[in-house]
């Protein structure tokens, strides 16, 4: 799944001359832009794994979504104690801590595989999103920070393209890779040592998919390392990272990230099962592997909307654009939902397009007026990224006592709740009295 790479959490901004004038380092600028590769690749590859372990440990849709709630929920867990270490260790030591974790996680891909068991799967996808976390709360900051003020957005924009190029990149590989040796065998036919050993060998290319990453991250973490003193001092090590709580209160920002909440849960509920949806006979009839190749049209229409998004942003009223693809969003799931065929299936990835701008119009709106407060408030919303742990398997379990198009009745409503809030956010927020 996809997430917006542009939040930091409470008490990791830059906060001395550093932060003022920017730091000229093009180097460190790469290393930042292929973070955000990885991190859009690694989260849309769950799309792959989940109708791989659906398969495999023959599982409800409900169960089969626990994937995404391991995954999501280390956001809303690891996301203050993440903005700690950075307070504690600066960015370049916290992203190399952040890297290795997320190599364990990787690596813990071995004994899962080994064992046969789902819930060491979901274990090692907890500590790989874990690590993700943390190294995202460096490098959503330390963008801005490397270069010019006034080319802050030109470069934030820039490294979620490369999330974007990620997302859609990863699931073809992995379609390729994972789902590509799914076997014919009927697991529910086998029991004992003879389920185990299948288990084993059929998660074996799992288990090289995430060895590949383990070792790309460990290079980039040593090059991380090397760097480690090349920023200096320039967190803010002052203050509480809980203060930001008190922002909720504030009906703007705290809807705001309530719909922060239910967009990720929204993506990733429909990301989650597109595999599973175009297998459908009444929908597209496609093998697993041509499915899972289709999930980089979801993320695809994503990357290429936020060309569009970015100029219609600058004529219309955010709220009101906001408003309009949520609509947009709603339309193509009526639509999917109630056709057969090619209309039901390419419908249903168009979303992809609509979900484009959601997450940064939200986010500015509800930071709108914060002033001097808006980095505390951008921790917040990090947290609110768990919805893509909650809202998934709902979705999953109303398909398993219905239908996976009815199933989508529940993204339908996060989108009119999102449509809701745009049109109470059209208008400027005024200015939080400084605090």
Known sequence: MHVDPTTTAPGALPVDETATKGVDAPDLQVFVFALFFIFGGITSLNDVIIPKLKDLFTLSYAQALLVQSAFF???FIFSIPAAAIVRKAGYMRAASIGLLTMTAGCLLFVPASQSGTFAVFLLALFVLAAGITTV??????????LGPP???????????????????????VGSILILGSLATVDVSTLSGAALDAYRTAETQMVVRTYLGLAVALVIVAAVVWTRRNRLGNVVDDTGSVLKAFGLLVRPRFGIGAMCIFLYVGAEVAIGSLIVSYLEQTNVLGFDAV???????????????????????????????VLAVVSVGAIALLLVSTNTTGAIAGWSLLAIGLMNSIMFPTIFSLASEGLGRRAAEGSGII?????????????????????????????????????FAYGLY??????ELAAS
Do not use: E
Request: proline share 7%; with cysteine; net charge positive.
């Open 73 to 75: 929920a280390a956001y």
């Open 136 to 145: 995202q709360v460096v490098a959503n900051p330390l963008i801005s920070l």
């Open 150 to 172: 006034r080319t802050a957005h030109s470069r934030l924009t820039f490294a979620q393209f490369f999330n974007s190029v990620g997302t859609t990149v990863f699931p073809i």
């Open 290 to 320: 041509t499915a899972g190749k289709h999930v980089a049209y979801y993320w695809g229409g994503a990357m290429v909307g936020r060309f569009i998004g970015a100029f219609a942003l600058r004529v219309f009223s955010p709220g009101k």
């Open 382 to 418: 990090a947290m609110a990224i768990v919805g893509g742990a909650v809202i998934p398997p709902l979705t999953g379990l109303i398909a398993d006592h219905s239908t996976l198009q009815f199933a989508m009745i529940l993204p339908a409503a996060c989108y009119a709740i999102i």
């Open 425 to 430: 956010a059209r208008r400027p927020a005024p």
